[in-house]
């Protein structure tokens, strides 16, 4: 019986990360309009390293990283917060928040294959299919009413979107050495902390277009809240919960529900609009990233009865 419960609120929490990321597209370009996009990302960070050092410090886990790793932390964080948010959510003030989170959508894929090249991961000629549809879908998603138009500023955004994909891919295979190493808790809680000195920087050319703290309209606090408490503290717990209940194959699948769920609150909300070459494109991602998740499944289970897991 506490077996189901637990695999109940397993399912409960990757729904609600489903909603919480899908969500977040939508909350930014709601405080990008009071707030720089650079700076969002650096406000989000301290909200979400309050949240997540708390939860350190009620879970008693342990905070203690080592000096050799303390470079790899650095440019986990530079990559994955600082280079990341940043890319993103400038493209946001470009594009769509359905176009950012479709492209965002086929991140797996490179990821993937980008640890193939790097630790000679097997791969399938079905897997350069999923990537081959994967990348056709991109390029459909970030055309700009069916066509590439290379000064048209929603497909500047396009790009920083992709940019920022491409740092996260970086951040993953950095984070592959360090999550062997700590707890995925006091990990995240530790570059979140760290990304917050990097981004001062960056934060210096925006600070003139602070709001005052009283010009900041409750819809702007609101969703920036949201952004760093449950979109970078909560979800992660939640994520982490449901891929040691669930899986990493079974989470992938719902989380491949992201770019939907943005798809149909940036229409609701924003007013978005697709082309049908965006929706065909949006379709190939789906469909590249839902039979990639069975091809990793029956690698990984050949790989256990090779090893008499």
């Given at each position: 019986?506490?077996?189901?419960?637990?695999?109940?609120?397993?399912?409960?929490?990757?729904?609600?990360?489903?909603?919480?990321?899908?969500?977040?597209?939508?909350?930014?370009?709601?405080?990008?309009?009071?707030?720089?996009?650079?700076?969002?990302?650096?406000?989000?960070?301290?909200?979400?390293?309050?949240?997540?050092i708390m939860l350190v410090l009620f879970t008693r886990t342990s905070f203690k990283i080592g000096?050799?790793?303390?470079?790899?932390?650095?440019?986990?964080?530079?990559?994955?917060?600082?280079?990341?948010?940043?890319?993103?959510?400038?493209?946001?003030?470009?594009?769509?928040?359905?176009?950012?989170?479709?492209?965002?959508?086929?991140?797996?894929?490179?990821?993937?294959?980008?640890?193939?090249?790097?630790?000679?991961?097997?791969?399938?000629?079905?897997?350069?299919?999923?990537?081959?549809?994967?990348?056709?879908?991109?390029?459909?998603?970030?055309?700009?009413?069916?066509?590439?138009?290379?000064?048209?500023?929603?497909?500047?955004?396009?790009?920083?979107?992709?940019?920022?994909?491409?740092?996260?891919?970086?951040?993953?295979?950095?984070?592959?050495?360090?999550?062997?190493?700590?707890?995925?808790?006091?990990?995240?809680?530790?570059?979140?902390?760290?990304?917050?000195?990097?981004?001062?920087?960056?934060?210096?050319?925006?600070?003139?277009?602070?709001?005052a703290i009283s010009e900041i309209s409750l819809p702007v606090f609101a969703n920036l809240l949201?952004?760093?408490?449950?979109?970078?503290?909560?979800?992660?717990?939640?994520?982490?919960?449901?891929?040691?209940?669930?899986?990493?194959?079974?989470?992938?699948a719902f989380l491949n529900l992201i770019p939907v769920v943005t798809v149909v609150f940036g229409?609701?909300?924003?007013?978005?609009?697709?082309?049908?070459?965006?929706?065909?494109?949006?379709?190939?991602?789906?469909?590249?990233?839902?039979?990639?998740?069975?091809?990793?499944?029956?690698?990984?289970?050949?790989?256990?009865?090779?090893?008499?897991?």
């Amino acid at each position: 019986m506490g077996g189901q419960k637990e695999y109940q609120l397993a399912v409960l929490f990757i729904i609600l990360d489903v909603l919480f990321w899908g969500f977040s597209f939508i909350s930014t370009k709601v405080v990008l309009s009071q707030i720089p996009p650079v700076s969002i990302a650096f406000f989000r960070q301290i909200i979400a390293a309050s949240t997540l050092i708390m939860l350190v410090l009620f879970t008693r886990t342990s905070f203690k990283i080592g000096r050799r790793d303390m470079g790899y932390i650095v440019l986990a964080s530079f990559f994955g917060i600082v280079m990341y948010f940043s890319l993103e959510n400038t493209g946001l003030l470009y594009t769509t928040a359905s176009n950012a989170s479709m492209i965002v959508a086929a991140l797996p894929i490179f990821t993937l294959f980008a640890e193939a090249m790097l630790f000679r991961l097997k791969v399938t000629w079905k897997m350069i299919l999923c990537l081959i549809f994967s990348t056709i879908g991109v390029a459909l998603v970030v055309t700009v009413d069916g066509k590439v138009d290379l000064s048209s500023a929603r497909f500047f955004g396009n790009l920083l979107v992709m940019g920022a994909i491409i740092c996260w891919v970086f951040y993953t295979l950095l984070n592959r050495r360090l999550s062997e190493n700590y707890p995925c808790l006091a990990l995240t809680a530790a570059q979140s902390t760290v990304s917050i000195i990097l981004f001062i920087p960056l934060i210096i050319p925006e600070i003139e277009r602070w709001p005052a703290i009283s010009e900041i309209s409750l819809p702007v606090f609101a969703n920036l809240l949201f952004l760093g408490v449950f979109c970078s503290g909560f979800a992660y717990i939640f994520y982490i919960y449901a891929t040691r209940r669930l899986g990493a194959t079974v989470v992938s699948a719902f989380l491949n529900l992201i770019p939907v769920v943005t798809v149909v609150f940036g229409y609701l909300i924003l007013h978005d609009t697709l082309s049908w070459m965006q929706v065909l494109g949006m379709a190939l991602i789906m469909f590249a990233l839902y039979h990639l998740n069975r091809l990793m499944k029956r690698v990984k289970s050949v790989v256990k009865r090779e090893n008499g897991i």
